[in-house]
């Protein structure tokens, strides 16, 4: 099971970030597939979710209205639009599938992405 997160990078404040997670078709098919993030010296922290089917979503309140999850079932990907973004969104953001519960929104997924890093920054 691979999954290849990209798209990370520096921006400002307000600008906007496309980020996408290239899935193997056994991780694609997982029940949930989701992003978390990591800030420095905090614990990976619960971003958004989706279903296999494309819907529902879920995301953290602090990202709501702001940041978008979807699927691309043609091309076995994973992305998170991110709009307005705050200083405060700066960390590592990791693309998972196949949470060990039901719980989507913990950080108990079975397989993780490398990692890219999101700086907003002015």
């Known amino acids: 099971v691979q999954l290849q997160a990209s798209g990370g990078g520096l921006v400002q404040p307000g600008d906007s970030l496309r980020l996408s997670c290239a899935a193997s078709?056994?991780?694609?098919?997982?029940?949930?597939m989701g992003w978390f993030r990591q800030a420095p010296g905090k614990d990976r922290a619960f971003v958004a979710a989706i279903r296999w089917r494309g819907s529902p979503t879920y995301y953290a309140d602090s990202v709501r209205g702001r940041f978008t999850i979807g699927k691309d079932n043609t091309k076995n990907a994973l992305y998170l639009q991110m709009n307005s973004l705050k200083p405060e969104d700066t960390a590592v953001y990791y693309c998972a599938a196949d949470p060990a519960t039901y719980d989507y929104y913990k950080p108990d997924y079975n397989y993780w992405g490398q990692g890219t890093q999101v700086t907003v920054s002015s």
């Open positions: 078709e056994r991780a694609f098919s997982s029940d949930y």
